[in-house]
């Protein structure tokens, strides 16, 4: 199987993957978890990672008694806010050369300028915005470094969206995931997660292309 069609695999399949994660790593499984939002938050080369469809996934679990709803919402909390803590520092400090350089390995610039844009509309805000929007939630603070965004500006809204994000996907998922049309249509729900989520950026990017096309 190539790398390409394991991760869509493991995509599509969230909930049978985590599922023997956490049956074979017990406690670890929330040190996985821990550590894959913080880098889908923390590094600019992995936007790839799951991020909403992942902490929906653990939300039902969480529901089932196979992981603590309480440790899962403290623990990814705090991998979240540090994920985009660290992801501003980097784009403070080194950000501004890569922003000028047209080819940087392992950097999407298209998806690094669409954040620009994004950040240049909503401000501040988009820390807490982006939170929602895959790859944006990515590149956000990074961008936020870049335009040296004051850092306890920036560390109000990284907290505030962080802890939004975290709530409400995992206790979407807690709330909804073992019900039995979206259990058997686990792939069907993780797909839609992500389309509706992409919206606001699609929608954006549209309205971009409009304007200019005038």
């Known amino acids: 199987m190539s ?13 049978k993957h985590l599922g023997m994660i956490i049956q074979n790593y017990g406690i670890w499984s929330y040190f996985l978890l821990f550590f894959i939002i913080f880098c889908e938050t923390g590094l600019v080369v992995t936007p790839f990672l799951p991020g909403d469809s992942l902490l929906f996934a653990a939300g039902a679990f969480a529901a089932i008694g196979s992981l603590q709803l309480s440790w899962i ?24 050369k890569v922003f000028m350089k047209e080819d940087v390995r392992f950097l999407n610039r298209k998806h690094l300028e ?30 936020a ?33 073992n019900l039995a049309f979206v259990r058997s249509h686990f792939s069907l ?3 839609a997660i992500v389309f509706i989520s992409i919206l606001p950026a699609v929608f954006e990017i549209a309205r971009v292309y409009c304007r200019r096309s005038l």
Do not use: Q
């Not at 069609?5 to 909930?15: N, P």
């Open 3 to 15: 790398l390409i069609h394991f991760c869509i695999d493991i995509f599509l399949h969230l909930d």
């Open 73 to 96: 919402l403290l623990l990814l909390s705090i991998a979240a806010i540090l994920g985009d803590t660290l992801n501003y520092a980097i784009g403070y400090y080194v950000g501004p």
């Open 114 to 143: 669409r954040t620009h844009e994004f950040y240049e509309k909503y401000g501040g805000k988009t820390i807490i915005i982006a939170r929602f929007v895959p790859i944006i939630r990515t590149f956000a603070p990074f961008v």
């Open 145 to 177: 470094g870049i335009g040296k965004m004051s850092y306890f500006k920036f560390l109000s809204y990284n907290v505030l969206g962080g802890i939004l994000w975290i709530f409400i996907c995992v206790l979407a998922g807690f709330y909804f995931g």
């Open 189 to 191: 729900i993780i797909l």
